[in-house]
């Protein structure tokens, strides 16, 4: 399975950015699903950007044009910009690819994002 490794998190203010980027361990070109979700403590995982295999994109309703997905097959890494943070994004992030539709997905170990007001 692929490993992936997130980095760039960390504390910032209210209506600052942050760039999440996750590495991974061999091609994501071509790679079915590419996506962040973030999970709290006994809250359920929730999407918050994905590029499916049509190249499309689909974010979280929360994330309301704040948010930016991207990847770069050249360094195999899928980056989420985020702006106008609020202090309701605070949570860790996880990245995941999914290379086939009959393999599982593989997940990041999370990275921590707070944010302060």
């Known amino acids: 399975q692929v490993q992936l490794v997130e980095s760039g998190g960390g504390l910032v203010q209210a209506g600052g950015s942050l760039r999440l980027s996750c590495a991974a361990s061999e091609s994501i070109s071509s790679a079915v699903v590419l996506g962040w979700s973030r999970q709290r403590p006994g809250e359920q995982r929730e999407l918050v950007a994905r590029i499916n295999s049509d190249d499309s994109i689909n974010y979280g309703d929360f994330v309301k044009g704040r948010f930016t997905i991207s990847r770069d097959n050249a360094k195999n890494t899928i980056y989420l910009q985020m702006d106008n943070l609020r202090p309701e994004d605070s949570n860790v992030y996880y990245c995941?690819?999914?290379?086939?539709?009959?393999?599982?997905?593989?997940w990041g170990q999370g990275i921590r994002v707070t944010v302060s007001s």
């Open positions: 995941t690819v999914r290379q086939k539709w009959h393999i599982p997905g593989s």
